[in-house]
């Protein structure tokens, strides 16, 4: 059995800001059905701590950027995990990455670079007798990991290094002046190691120095190597193309499951997705209307495109539209959600962050709209599909290799189970939408889709054997 430490800054459902946490709280599960042994690795923030009890103490450091810190092993949600307990670097109110200010906390790459250091550590010695074959670096906040290692122990001993990419737009960058802080070698910082334009970039370190990188979805993987996509990083993805593959994110299916979710009244069929749209109407006050009604769950950033959305919003009213928004994020595109909310009638907007009801919009919807400028995988349309929730996305990363286009051939085929539109742009958008609204008001091709929906394999079983297959080849040797 391969043993693997997934190393990451959050996990549910312990701690959670978006998907990131959801693949790293699914992965350990996921891969014990494909024979890896996974523990999760993470930093023991207050609320984590609450959850989990304080578990056993199984390392200990006497300086770990600034302070004591202990790494404690817990087991959680059918899976372990080891904790690192550094109350001078965690042990805080306010969110993970943000100070109450809203800010990033200005210690934030001594925070990280913590996690990437108690990885290497545990990587070249095991914790509690447990030795990993393979560290697995989740985005920036892991990056350094790989480099640690090496600093450490010499190759042919060290476990294998695997960094996955989720979100290519988050750097990691801290100011030179930190070299020597975060215990860097100054050797590696120039633009062929960790640095980028003059800072250190965390994400470029991991992305340069593990055996092998990931992407969460195939597309993605090749849009990283282009310079609209790859944020000043495509030059290194490129370097490194022989080494990379994407593989696609599943959905934790029992968590998300229309036939059990104690949310929702359950249903197993086209006819019983009724009671839920009913009950979304109800509950987001919305008017009777012969129109799709869409949601929307997402952070409210640049990169999720609902700018567009606002755009188009009047015309897609216009067309018999309904709209339910639950969003939270950027100040300013929260303000115009808002007005948008009390302008129109038809559209209901909650500015927040709430789980259950997000089930309850994916149930009871006809539709969820991505309209994402990059999308490395994307969770929520793998969720609509599984709900038979007819997904209008971008034609971008994930959502092009999870959602097929209900183009003549498809309906043909009778395999259609979405709407994909390109470029990102308000008029593309508002075209998908149209296309959306016709294929609505067609009622044996609308069911024929969401037939098609909810049976699209959307686990982590093809993905989980991907990953297993990868440790397997850069496992330490036994
Ligand atoms: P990203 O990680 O870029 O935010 P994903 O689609 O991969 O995008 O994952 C987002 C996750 O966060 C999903 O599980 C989604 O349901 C959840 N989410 C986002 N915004 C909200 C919200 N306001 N309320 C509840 N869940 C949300
Ligand atoms: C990132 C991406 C999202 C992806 C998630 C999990 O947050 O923005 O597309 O689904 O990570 O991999």
Known sequence: MTRVLSVASECAPLIKTGGLADVVGALPNA???????????????PAVLGQTGSGEIVMEEADLFGG????????HSGFELLLIDAPHLYDRPGAIYLGPDGRDWPDNPR????????????GAEGAGGWHPDVLHCHDCQAGLAPLYLRQRMPHGQRPGTVMTVHNMAFHGLAP??????????????????????????TLK??????????????TYARELMTPEFGMGLDGVMRARRAETQGILNGIDTDAWNPATDPEISTYRTVRGKRRAHRELIEEFGLPEGYGPVAVVISRLTEQKGLDLLLDVLPDFLERGGRL?????GNADLEQRW???????????????????????????????????????CGLTQLYALRYGTIPV????????????????????????????????????????????????????????MIRNAMRQPVGWNVSAAEYAALYQEIGKPE
């Open 68 to 75: 004591p810190a202990r790494v404690r092993a817990v087991s």
């Open 111 to 122: 925070r990280f670079a913590a996690l990437g250091w108690m990885a290497a550590r545990i």
């Open 338 to 376: 808002r007005e948008a909310g009390d302008l129109y009638a038809g559209v209901s907007v909650r500015i927040g962050y709430d789980e259950a009801q997000s089930h309850r919009m994916v149930a009871g919807a006809d539709a969820i709209l991505v309209p994402s400028r990059f999308e490395p």
């Open 324 to 328: 339910a928004l639950l969003g939270s």
């Open 176 to 201: 030179p002046e930190d070299l020597d802080a975060l215990r860097l070698p100054r050797d590696r910082f120039h633009p062929d190691g960790f640095e980028f334009w003059d800072h250190i970039s």
């Open 393 to 448: 996305v971008a034609l971008t990363g994930g959502l092009a290799d999870t959602v097929i286009h209900a183009s003549p051939a498809a309906l043909t085929a009778g395999v259609a189970t979405g709407v994909q539109f390109w470029p990102v742009s308000a008029d593309a958008l508002l075209d998908g939408l149209e296309h959306l609204v016709a294929l609505h008001s067609n009622p044996k091709i609308w069911s024929q």
């Open 31 to 45: 891969m014990r059905d494909a024979g890896v042994e996974m523990r999760v690795l993470l930093p023991a923030y």
């Open 205 to 218: 370190a991991g992305l340069v120095e593990a055996d092998r990188l990931t992407t969460v979805s195939p």
